[in-house]
C-alpha cells in the first residue's frame, strides 16, 4: 500500500498466509482458515483466533457475521460436529463471555439470576453499559495454582448440536455492549472472546480449547467523536487501553520477551491481555484476522493494523498436545482389569473340566474315583487363588494409578505454573521446573512398578 498524503511516499510490502477483498465471501474466509483450525485441535493443540482492525473495518461481521451471512465463530462451532469435517464429535462446551470497560461480563448467564448476581462484583466507575438487555455484573478473574487464569462463576455450556451453538451465540450477542458511534452504526465496545473447550470423550484422552476472540475496535477519540460523550470517552479509552496493553505485549513477545532469563511480558497491564497470556505467548497456535477499510481516509490506521500483524507473525508459540492423563491411566486401569478377570474365568473353566473328568473316570472305578475327586479340589482351589490373585492385582493396580494420576495432575499443574512464571522470574519457574519433574518422577516409579512388580522395592517414593 502508499501513504495517505497523495500515494507520493515509498510503498509499504507486507506479506501475509492470506488475503481476502470485497470479493470474497464469509465461506471463502472459512474455507482458508477453518480446515487448519480444525486440525490443530483435533491433535489436542489450542487454537486461538483473534480479529483486530479500526472500527467498522468488518471484525464482527468476520467473526460473528450476521444470520444470512454467519462468521468464522459459528462456521467453526457448527464444523465441530460434522463428521466429514472433524470426524467422531468430541465433547464441547461454550463460554461465552465479553471484557467491557476492563471488567469480564458473562455473556451466557441468565440476567435475572439474582444470587448469582449479588455474589459477583459490581460495576465499577459508574460506567454502565449501553445494553438491549438488564445488565449483569462483573466476574472477578484470578490465577488459579493449577488451572491457571481462571474467570470465577463463568457458565460453561455443554452443547451437543451446532443449532444449541447458534442459540447460545445469538443470545450472547443480545447482550453484548453494543453502541452506536460515527464511525460504525453498530459498533462493539467490547471484546468478546467465545470459549470452547474440547474433549475426546469416550475415543481419547486428547483435550483442546478454541478462543475466538472479536475485539472491540481501534479508533481516534477526535474522529468517532467519542468525546461529546462523557461516558463513551471513558469506554474509548479503556478500549485503546487494552488494546495499547495488547499491542505491548505483542510487541514484547516479538522481540523475544517472555523467554527463560528474557525481559517480562506485560500481561496483567490490562484484562485483556492477562486472560489471552497462553493464547498470545504460551501454549497455543495463534491466527490473527486483520480487518481494513479501503478507504484512503483510513489509510494511516491500515497502516497501524498490517504493522500490528507483522509484528505479530514473529511471535513464536508453543503448542503442545494436551492430554487428560488421569482419564488415560483410568482407561488402562479398566483395560487390565479386564484382562485379569478374563484370566480368572478361564482358570474357573479348567476347574470345571477337571470336575467333569473326574465325574467321568468315577464311573471306571472307585480308586480312580478318590483321584479325580482330589484332583477336581486341588484344580478348584487353584482356580480360587488364581481369581483372588487378579482381583488383589487389580485393586492394587488401582491403587497405583490412581496414586500415578494425582502426581501426574499435579506435575501438569507445576509445569502451567512454571510457563507461567516464566516471563516474570526465571528463578520461581526454575522452581516450578523441579516439582514438575519430581512430581512425574513418582508418577513414572509408580507405573514402573506397575508394570515390574518385582523390579521396585518400594511402592510409594517420596513426594
Ligand atoms: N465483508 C463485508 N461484507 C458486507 N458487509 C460488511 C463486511 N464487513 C463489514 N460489513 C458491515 O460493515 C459494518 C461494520 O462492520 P463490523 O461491525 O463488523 O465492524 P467492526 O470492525 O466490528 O467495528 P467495531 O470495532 O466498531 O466493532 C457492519 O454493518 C457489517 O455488517
Ligand atoms: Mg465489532
Known amino acids: 500500500m502508499t501513504g495517505s498524503r497523495g500515494g507520493t511516499e515509498e510503498p509499504k510490502v507486507f506479506s501475509f498466509d492470506h488475503i481476502f477483498d470485497q470479493a470474497d465471501a464469509q465461506a471463502d474466509v472459512y474455507a482458508a482458515l477453518g480446515p487448519p483450525v480444525l486440525q490443530m485441535l483435533q491433535r489436542g493443540h489450542n487454537a486461538s483466533v483473534f480479529a483486530y482492525g479500526q472500527t467498522g473495518s468488518g471484525k464482527t461481521y468476520t467473526m460473528l457475521g450476521t444470520e444470512e451471512a454467519p462468521g468464522?465463530?459459528?462456521r467453526l462451532c457448527e464444523s465441530l460436529f460434522d463428521p466429514s469435517q472433524f470426524g467422531a464429535a468430541?465433547?464441547?462446551?461454550?463460554?461465552?463471555?465479553?471484557?467491557?470497560?476492563e471488567q469480564v461480563v458473562d455473556l451466557l448467564s441468565a440476567p435475572d439470576d439474582a444470587a448469582e448476581r449479588d455474589r459477583q462484583t459490581p460495576w465499577?466507575?459508574?460506567l454502565a453499559p449501553v445494553r438491549r438487555l438488564p445488565v449483569i455484573a462483573a466476574l472477578r478473574v484470578r490465577d488459579h495454582p493449577k488451572l491457571g487464569v481462571l474467570i470465577e462463576g463463568l457458565t460453561k455450556l455443554t452443547v451437543t448440536s451446532p443449532g444449541e451453538v447458534v442459540a447460545a451465540l445469538a443470545r450472547g450477542t443480545a447482550l453484548r455492549s453494543v453502541a452506536e458511534t460515527v464511525m460504525n452504526a453498530e459498533s462493539s465496545r467490547s471484546h468478546a472472546v467465545v470459549q470452547l473447550s474440547l474433549d475426546e470423550g469416550a475415543r481419547g484422552d486428547r483435550t483442546a480449547v478454541l478462543n475466538l476472540?472479536?475485539?472491540?475496535?481501534?479508533?481516534?477519540?477526535?474522529?468517532?467523536?467519542?468525546?461529546?460523550?462523557?461516558?463513551?470517552l471513558k469506554?474509548?479509552?479503556?478500549?485503546?487501553k487494552s488494546l495499547l496493553g495488547l499491542g505491548k505485549c505483542i510487541t514484547m513477545l516479538a522481540q523475544g520477551a517472555g523467554a527463560s532469563g528474557g525481559p517480562l511480558v506485560p500481561y496483567r497491564d490490562s484484562t485483556l491481555t492477562w486472560l489471552l497470556?497462553?493464547?498470545?505467548?504460551?501454549?497455543?497456535?495463534?491466527?490473527?484476522?486483520c480487518a481494513v477499510d479501503p478507504s484512503v481516509d483510513n489509510a494511516e490506521q491500515t497502516l497501524t493494523t498490517l504493522r500490528y500483524a507483522d509484528q505479530a507473525k514473529r511471535i513464536v508459540t508453543r503448542p503442545m498436545e494436551n492430554i487428560d492423563f488421569a482419564k488415560r491411566e483410568v482407561r488402562e486401569l479398566q483395560e487390565q482389569i479386564a484382562s485379569l478377570r478374563t484370566e480368572a474365568a478361564t482358570a474357573e473353566e479348567a476347574a470345571a473340566r477337571a470336575v467333569r473328568q473326574a465325574d467321568a473316570h468315577a464311573l471306571q472305578s472307585k480308586e480312580s474315583q478318590?483321584?479325580?475327586?482330589?484332583?477336581?479340589?486341588?484344580?478348584?482351589?487353584?482356580?480360587?487363588?488364581?481369581?483372588?490373585?487378579?482381583?488383589?492385582?487389580?485393586?492394587?493396580?488401582?491403587?497405583?494409578?490412581?496414586?500415578?494420576?494425582?502426581r501426574r495432575e499435579e506435575s501438569m499443574a507445576l509445569a502451567t505454573a512454571a510457563r507461567q512464571a516464566e516471563g516474570e522470574s526465571e528463578a520461581e519457574a526454575a522452581r516450578w521446573r523441579q516439582l514438575a519433574a519430581e512430581r512425574e518422577e513418582g508418577a513414572q516409579a509408580l507405573l514402573a512398578l506397575l508394570a515390574h512388580p518385582s523390579s521396585t522395592p518400594d511402592p510409594s517414593p517420596d513426594r
Open 72 to 74: 468464522l465463530v459459528p
Open 90 to 101: 468430541w465433547g464441547v462446551t461454550l463460554s461465552f463471555f465479553e471484557v467491557y470497560n
Open 124 to 126: 465499577q466507575n459508574d
Open 213 to 232: 476472540v472479536d475485539l472491540a475496535g481501534s479508533e481516534n477519540v477526535g474522529r468517532s467523536r467519542s468525546n461529546e460523550d462523557e461516558s463513551r
Open 235 to 240: 469506554e474509548t479509552r479503556s478500549i485503546n
Open 277 to 289: 497470556k497462553e493464547a498470545l505467548g504460551g501454549n497455543a497456535h495463534t491466527l490473527m484476522v
Open 370 to 406: 478318590q483321584q479325580a475327586q482330589a484332583a477336581a479340589t486341588a484344580a478348584k482351589q487353584q482356580a480360587r487363588a488364581m481369581r483372588a490373585e487378579a482381583e488383589a492385582a487389580a485393586a492394587a493396580a488401582a491403587a497405583a494409578v490412581a496414586e500415578a494420576a494425582s
